[in-house]
């Protein structure tokens, strides 16, 4: 019967999730000019015009997109939230933006917070489990005993359990988990910037020592790999990114905890523009090869901390938090080979965040004769006090024009959106536990991203 109803439970709380994300209305732009597409084609014009010390391929270039539009410059230009399908050299200004520049900042900023994001959220799932030991040292004893006799298995478990790096019966002093997350979604195209789709995956391992029953130390190291594609062209941007994590945890008898995190970590870009254009009175097919490349480099630091207060009641807990993360992202300025006509160069960038996350997580512990499983829920509101809409300045590289140079924007932030989740932990016989949770958000402007992670221990 308790298995019943666990499944019954998760299965409940699973189709909640799905109806809260498909109520939210979606942004349905139109596919209009952006600003960093009318930005990009005014300069473009100045640059077409003025072709002294130009490279030759600039001018190749400049010359067939002149040529299409009868050597009518202006035409060239296109204005925001225009709808220019019928400029007969739009799809070269469209393939040509780079659109992909923005991408990094984005998905460090707002797509489930991004790298530092993916390895905080295991620092703290691991910080949530250990509080329930902490708390209840006797229950995890009696989980250790009944693991070694997996007939006996009888609901015992402390009910403030709760969290999502698996380890439940890890009663030593010394702990060591590793977790596992996929997280993907997309950002609508706008009148701000050029939407894409993202796939991001990751690992983490960590180590945590308990001081004493209430103070726990510990570090963690992370890797995120990325992978975006900007829509309606063939610019990709993917990167590797090496994280490094210390945290420290108070919990009272009472329920009450405080924790910490502080994270540092280094990044390797890769940006690619594969610019291939047709124009529109010849219906000429232009391909731009070789592919432009840009590889920065960038660096990430974040300060981290929670408080709350885990209510129990039964197998029932309760538990309302708050967190607060400042975290910051500088990426190098870059120059792409300037062997492609369309190369360009770009500023350094700083992107600052300051979220922070009022929630309420409730979590139910049943034993059955296959072990001790538990489902949870939580839901939170979120704001955003820091990000602010991004900029970068760019240059063509091939001419020397004054004006040469424009800017490549971002849609601005929403402050406030909403998190929902679920996951499911279950504590096996044999030394064995795992975890699987499942995290969105809802009623972010433009943007939709989900989350998996998953995990296992086996404790010698």
């Known amino acids: 019967m308790r298995s019943k109803n666990l499944i019954v439970f998760f299965l409940k709380a699973s189709v909640f999730l799905c109806i809260c994300h498909t109520s939210v209305a979606k942004a349905a732009d139109a596919r209009l000019v952006n600003e960093t597409q009318a930005n990009m084609s005014n300069a473009m014009v100045d640059v077409c015009l003025d072709t002294r010390n130009a490279s030759t391929g600039l001018i190749n270039r400049c010359d067939q997109l002149l040529k299409e539009i009868d050597n009518d410059a202006d035409r060239m230009r296109v204005n925001v939230g225009e709808d220019a399908s019928n400029n007969p050299v739009y799809d070269a200004i469209t393939q040509i933006a780079p659109e992909q520049a923005i991408v990094p900042s984005i998905q460090a900023a707002r ?223 870059y120059k792409e080979s300037n062997v492609a006509a369309w190369a360009m160069g770009f500023s350094k960038q700083n992107i600052s965040s300051l979220p922070t996350t009022l929630g309420l997580r409730l979590n139910h512990a049943f034993s059955t004769s296959r072990g001790i499983f538990q489902p949870q829920v939580l839901g939170a509101w979120n704001h955003e006090f820091s990000d602010n809409q991004h900029s970068i300045d760019v240059r063509y590289l091939n001419s020397n024009n004054i004006n040469n140079n424009f800017h490549v924007l971002a849609q601005n932030p929403d402050r406030d959106y909403f998190t929902v989740g679920a996951s499911l932990i279950g504590t096996l016989p044999h030394n064995v536990s795992v975890f699987v949770s499942y995290n969105t958000i809802l009623g972010y402007q433009d943007l939709s991203s989900h989350r998996v992670t998953f995990g296992g221990r086996i404790n010698f």
């Open 111 to 333: 797509t489930m917070r991004g790298m530092l994001g993916a390895s905080n959220a295991a620092v703290i799932s691991r910080m949530t489990q250990l509080r329930a030991q902490m708390r209840d040292p006797n229950a995890v004893h009696f989980a250790q005993r009944v693991q070694q006799n997996p007939g006996s298995f009888s609901f015992a478990l402390s009910p403030s359990q709760s969290g999502g790096s698996a380890g439940i019966a890890d009663s030593n002093r010394l702990g060591i988990w590793g977790n596992g997350n996929y997280t993907a979604g997309n950002v609508d195209t706008s009148t701000n910037q050029q939407g894409f789709n993202f796939g991001n995956w990751g690992g983490d391992l960590g180590v945590d020592y308990r001081i004493n029953n209430n103070i726990v130390v510990g570090s963690a190291f992370s890797y995120t790999g990325t992978n975006a594609n900007v829509n309606d062209s063939r610019s990709t941007v993917k990167s590797d990114s090496y994280t490094g994590s210390i945290f420290s945890m108070y919990t009272h008898n009472s329920g009450l905890y405080i924790d910490g995190i502080a994270s540092y970590g280094g990044i390797n870009y890769q940006l690619n523009r594969d610019i291939v254009y047709t124009l529109g009175t010849t219906g000429a097919v232009v391909d731009n090869i070789p592919s432009i490349a840009g590889r920065p480099d960038g660096s990430q630091y974040s300060f981290a901390g929670g408080i709350g207060y885990q209510y129990n009641r039964g197998a029932t807990t309760v538990e309302p938090f708050a967190r607060a993360n400042y975290q910051e992202l500088m990426i190098d300025s």
